[in-house]
C-alpha cells in the first residue's frame, strides 16, 4: 500500500514468538506496528473496552495471537470481521485459546476465518489444557502449493530451505478446511495435518496458522 502498512499485533500470552514477530515486522520501514497485549489474568475486567479500535480503519492487517475470545467481546469481533469483510488482512495465530479453544467459533470471526472449528473445541482458563483440540509435535511444516506466502527462497531451493526449519512444538487441531474458492492449504505437516490455510472474506484476506 501507498505510504505503508499499518499493523496491530492483538497478545494474550506473552509467548516467545511474538518477540521475533514484532523485531521482524519492526524491521521493515514501510510497516509501523502496534502492539496490544490482553493478559489473561486481567480476565475480571474482560471483554477489554476497545473503543472503536475495530471500526476506525486504522489498520491494514491484524496479528490474532493466543487471546481468548472472551477477552474482546461480540461486539468488538463483529467489528473486526467487518474490517476484514471491508477489504483487510487477518492473521489468526495457534495457541491454547485461539481458534476453537478460544471460543471464536460462535462468533462473527468464524466466517471470516478458512478453517472449520470443532464444536465442541473450548479451552476453559483454570483447567487442565485439552490435548484433544491439538497436534502435538513436533510437525515439520512444509509447502503444499506455490504461493507468495511459502516462498522462502526461489526455484528449487524453496522446499530445502522449509526443511531446514525447526519443527513446530505443536498445532491446533480443526475439524476441516472450508471447501469454498479462495482457499487454499498453504502448507502441512508429513502426515497430511493442514498447518496454514489462506482465504478470502468479502474484499479482504485471512491466514490461519495452527
Given at each position: 500500500l501507498e505510504g505503508g502498512?499499518?499493523?496491530?499485533?492483538?497478545e494474550g500470552e506473552p509467548r516467545q514468538e511474538q518477540k521475533f514477530v514484532r523485531w521482524a515486522l519492526d524491521a521493515s520501514p514501510d510497516i509501523d506496528l502496534d502492539f496490544q497485549w490482553l493478559p489473561r489474568r486481567l480476565r475480571a475486567s474482560w471483554p477489554v473496552n476497545l473503543g472503536n479500535t475495530f471500526g476506525r480503519g486504522d489498520y491494514d492487517a491484524y496479528i490474532l495471537g493466543d487471546v481468548d475470545s472472551a477477552a474482546f467481546g461480540a461486539q468488538s469481533l463483529s467489528q473486526l470481521a467487518l474490517e476484514i469483510e471491508n477489504?483487510?488482512?487477518?492473521?489468526?495465530?495457534?495457541?491454547?485459546h485461539s481458534f476453537g479453544p478460544g471460543g471464536y467459533r460462535?462468533?462473527?470471526?468464524?466466517d471470516g476465518l478458512p478453517i472449520i472449528m470443532d464444536r465442541f473445541a473450548r479451552q476453559e482458563f483454570d483447567q487442565p489444557?485439552?490435548?484433544?483440540?491439538?497436534?502435538?509435535?513436533?510437525?515439520?511444516?512444509?509447502?503444499?502449493?506455490?504461493?507468495?506466502?511459502?516462498?522462502?527462497?526461489?526455484?528449487?531451493a524453496n522446499e530445502s530451505t522449509w526443511r531446514e526449519l525447526k519443527p513446530l512444538k505443536g498445532a491446533n487441531r480443526?475439524?476441516?478446511?472450508?471447501?469454498?474458492?479462495?482457499?487454499?492449504?498453504?502448507a502441512e505437516a508429513p502426515d497430511g495435518t493442514p498447518l496454514l490455510v489462506a482465504g478470502e472474506y468479502g474484499k479482504g484476506r485471512s491466514l490461519a496458522f495452527a
Open positions: 502498512l499499518r499493523v496491530l499485533y492483538l477489504g483487510k488482512g487477518i492473521i489468526a495465530l495457534g495457541g491454547f460462535t462468533t462473527a470471526m468464524a489444557d485439552e490435548v484433544r483440540w491439538h497436534v502435538p509435535g513436533p510437525l515439520q511444516m512444509l509447502p503444499t502449493r506455490t504461493h507468495p506466502v511459502t516462498e522462502l527462497a526461489p526455484g528449487a480443526w475439524s476441516d478446511i472450508k471447501q469454498v474458492p479462495g482457499v487454499q492449504l498453504l
